[in-house]
């Protein structure tokens, strides 16, 4: 997924003859903090909340206030995740995404970038999750995917968080089952340090329901 296919198409653009009351209300109504600045097709950046609550007439149109403005954006063809790392890293509401002739083509939300990380099929899928903790030099990908498919079970995404100025990492893992237990005492084996295991409440239950029902079959045994 690029940035061209994920463009809102319902957040407006406020040209500079728009107010600063007119720029809050379509926040308001939108649910952002930052909305772009057009002219035609000219891209002049990003103004906030802040930036609005600052000027001493907000009734004027915006282009008679001496503006100092953002300009972060997106090209079209980028990725995904590198659209999150720009929104992540400046605490953005909305990135706008340029042409190669940095042309204005429309905003990406952080709230359907999180709606696409939802619908990927590794949260939608039954499964579990684990996190694991080692230091950034053990890390070996192979070696985790054996472990994992040694107990019959497959990875569907996997995530590394690093922990600043150490060498230090944690590694999240979405598994396809929901009993991870053999998993674990294998992980323990290879001397992994576990932090986590989670599972759905539904397939909690489901996963202790048949342990229960099988206890009852051995006892009528």
């Avoid at 042409?99 to 039954?126: C, P, Q, R, W």
């Avoid at 498919?149 to 999240?172: C, F, G, R, W």
């Amino acid at each position: 997924m690029v940035a061209r296919d994920m463009i809102s198409d319902v957040i407006p653009a406020l040209r500079t003859s728009d107010t600063g009351m007119t720029a809050l209300n379509w926040m308001d109504i939108f649910k952002v903090s930052h909305l772009p600045i057009v002219n035609d097709k000219e891209f002049l950046g990003l103004i906030s909340e802040n930036d609005i609550y600052d000027l001493n007439m907000p009734d004027e149109p915006l282009g008679n206030h001496q503006l100092s403005l953002l300009r972060p954006y997106v090209t079209e063809d980028q990725h995904v995740f590198e659209i999150m790392e720009v929104l992540s890293r400046l605490k953005l509401s909305l990135v706008p995404v340029l042409d190669h002739s940095k042309n204005f083509l429309g905003v990406i939300t952080l709230m359907e970038l999180l709606h696409y990380f939802a619908e990927l099929s590794a949260f939608l899928n039954k499964g579990s999750v684990i996190e694991l903790e080692m230091n950034a030099n053990d890390f070996s990908m192979s070696q985790i995917c054996q472990i994992v498919e040694s107990n019959d079970a497959k990875i569907l995404a996997a995530y590394v968080t690093s922990h600043p100025n150490t060498t230090q990492m944690e590694l999240t893992l979405k598994l396809n089952v929901t009993d991870v237990t053999s998993i674990k005492q294998t992980f323990m084996r290879y001397n992994y340090v576990i932090t986590g295991a989670y599972m759905k409440h539904d397939d909690e239950v489901d996963m202790l329901n048949d342990r229960l029902n099988f206890l009852f079959k051995f006892l009528d045994i």
